[in-house]
């Protein structure tokens, strides 16, 4: 016998499934767009930074949040594996060798991902 807490927990997890489908796919049709996902960014840093110059406040907060920004794009520009220390050829030595210049260690789109959502 069901107690009416799970009869009620069941329909909550049942809207959060169906939410958590359908932002996957928004997310999936706006992979491939990569102007519009980079305009909508800028509109947003603008609409903040006119939110913050507006109410004269947050400066402590937008530091961090410039800083934390910041830290993504370190992470972006990165590679994946410094060549440096990375031991073996760096170029192919038999044709059927893919040769992969720069792997990046946060790629584009979990970099716009994590900026949109900071």
Do not use: C, H
């Not at 992979?31 to 507006?54: E, G, K």
């Not at 990165?78 to 060549?83: A, I, R």
């Amino acid at each position: 016998m069901d107690t009416p807490v799970e009869d009620a927990a069941l329909p909550m997890s049942q809207l959060a499934f169906k939410f958590n489908q359908q932002t996957q796919i928004l997310l999936d049709r706006l992979a491939p767009l990569l102007a519009p996902r980079w305009v909508a960014w800028v509109v947003s840093l603008l609409a903040y930074a006119v939110r913050v110059w507006l109410l004269r406040g947050f400066y402590i907060v937008t530091y961090g949040l410039g800083i934390y920004n910041l830290n993504l794009l370190l992470g972006f520009i990165t590679p994946q594996v410094d060549p440096e220390l990375e031991e073996g050829p760096e170029l192919p030595t038999k044709s059927d060798q893919e040769f992969k210049p720069f792997v990046r260690r946060l790629p584009e789109f979990k970099f716009w991902y994590v900026l949109m959502g900071a």
